[in-house]
């Protein structure tokens, strides 16, 4: 049984030696187990910090064990009662073929409702990172103007979407010229910035956003953040969800101070985890379905072949080798 563990803390940028390909016996099930096979395992830019020993919101990998994260399994063998063989449910898993589960935190999910790797990005936390954090803090108004960092990654891309189902203004920002291309003629962004050619983000958004910036949806942080709460209106509101152009910093990043616009414009800046709406994601889920369903909302995955690609494939994360939802399918 292959199994991928934590061999370092990364210093910086992590690379393929932080990991370790190991081997194992394939598992067994006694009494109240179940024999799980993976299919595809989620890669996510908060697995940095799990990596690293900082005390955060959920707790640090341990070194030579194996790396948890999201994925969609099937059931090979099973003595849980209600998962029969054949089924498939998503939920932690760790980088392994095969694990054993008694059922605890897994989620049934269904083959023939959604392909499988919807389940771990639109259907999944990054939907739902998406849906709350837009609706819970943004609560955008129709005829707003949305901004959202990181915006052809996987929750950029569906905060977009679902800005404009709201009938608001949306305007993103991404690392590539294709990336650009795409969140205007295929996902429906009014306006797109590349902020790897675009010399002034803050001129950038002034021009892309002639009537100010209601809401912004901060997936990275750092400079391209500065030029965006340049822009913020008066009663905007900023979604704290991410910082990735900081994950991998060894020193805390130093920048211009943002207390002034928020006095100055009575702007409200609140940062979120999505777990904090979980008594409330089967309303999320029913509410992206509904939208996926009717055409509304379109899926954007790139799916990464094999299990030992696992490693490489969340290092891409942060070289935005990813359109939409990051995915290895096993
Ligand atoms: P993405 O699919 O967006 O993947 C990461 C993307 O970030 C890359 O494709 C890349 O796109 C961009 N990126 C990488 N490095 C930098 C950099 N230095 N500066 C600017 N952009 C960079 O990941 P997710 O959608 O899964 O996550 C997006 C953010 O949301 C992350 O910060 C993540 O930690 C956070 N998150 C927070 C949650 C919460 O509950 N608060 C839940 C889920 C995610 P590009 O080519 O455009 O640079």
Not at 88 to 103: A, C
Not at 128 to 139: C, D, K, M, N, R
Not at 190 to 203: G, L, Q, R, V
């Amino acid at each position: 049984n292959n199994v991928i563990l934590l061999n370092s803390r990364p210093d910086g940028k992590p690379k393929l030696s932080d990991f370790k390909f190991s081997t194992e016996e394939k598992p067994e099930i006694g009494a109240g187990e179940m024999l799980l096979k993976t299919k595809f395992i989620s890669v996510d830019p908060y697995l940095r910090g799990r990596m690293s020993e900082s005390k955060s919101y959920i707790a640090s990998f341990e070194l030579g064990k194996p790396i948890n994260s999201g994925g969609v399994a099937e059931v090979v063998a099973s003595n849980v009662d209600g998962y029969k063989v054949g089924e498939f449910v998503s939920g932690g898993l760790d980088w392994k073929e095969f694990q054993l589960s008694n059922g605890k935190n897994l989620t049934k999910v269904n083959e023939s409702l959604a392909p499988l790797s919807n389940y771990l990005g639109i259907l999944g936390m990054t939907g739902l990172t998406a849906y709350f954090g837009l609706s819970e803090i943004g609560v955008p108004k129709k005829g707003e103007t949305i901004v959202v960092s990181g915006a052809a990654g996987a929750v950029g891309n569906m905060v977009g979407q679902i800005g404009k189902i709201l009938g608001c203004r949306v305007v993103g920002i991404a690392g590539t010229d294709e990336k650009v291309n795409a969140l205007k003629t295929d996902f429906g962004f009014d306006e797109a910035i590349n902020y790897n050619t675009e010399p002034n983000i803050t001129k950038a958004i002034a021009n892309f956003c002639p009537n100010g910036v209601d809401v912004y949806f901060d997936n990275v942080g750092g400079e391209i953040s500065d030029g965006v709460h340049a822009n913020i209106n008066r009663l905007g509101r900023v979604i704290v969800c991410g910082a990735i152009s900081s994950y991998n910093d060894t020193t805390p990043p130093q920048g211009p101070r943002v207390e002034q616009f928020l006095i100055k414009k009575s702007v409200l800046m609140q940062g979120f985890i999505v777990g904090n709406y979980a008594d409330k994601f089967p309303d999320g889920i029913k509410q992206l379905s509904t939208w996926l369903k009717e055409g509304k909302l379109v899926s954007s995955e790139t799916i990464v072949e094999g299990f030992n690609n696992i490693p490489q494939a969340f290092i891409d994360l942060f070289e935005g080798k990813n359109n939409g939802k990051m995915i290895v399918k096993i």
